[in-house]
């Protein structure tokens, strides 16, 4: 078996969803959230599967969750409002 590093694991999510998106018929962008080695949220496009110009690969968080702290209180995610 072949083991990837935690990078090229990522990358290689990205491009999974990425051809995700493709086969639905949307862009082919995938997006991957990593904190650490830690995967948070993975998805591909949907701007046009949704008829919606915000619906980009890039996960959608709700704001009790880019608000609290993920590695202690020097380390925020911040909400995009």
């Known amino acids: 078996m072949i083991e990837f590093s935690p990078k090229e694991r990522f990358m ?3 491009i ?3 051809r ?3 086969a639905a018929g949307d862009y082919a962008i995938g997006a991957v959230v990593v904190i650490g080695d830690v995967i ?3 998805s591909g496009n949907r ?3 949704d008829h919606d110009p915000t619906q980009h690969a890039d996960p959608d968080f709700p704001d009790e ?3 609290r702290p993920v590695l202690g209180p ?3 995610v911040k909400s995009r409002s």
Do not use: I, P
Request: overall charge positive; hydrophobic content about 55%.
């Open 12 to 14: 290689r999510l990205a």
């Open 16 to 18: 999974e969803k990425a």
């Open 20 to 22: 995700e998106a493709r």
């Open 40 to 42: 948070l949220a993975a």
């Open 47 to 49: 701007v046009k599967l």
């Open 65 to 67: 969750f880019l608000s």
């Open 74 to 76: 020097e380390v925020r």
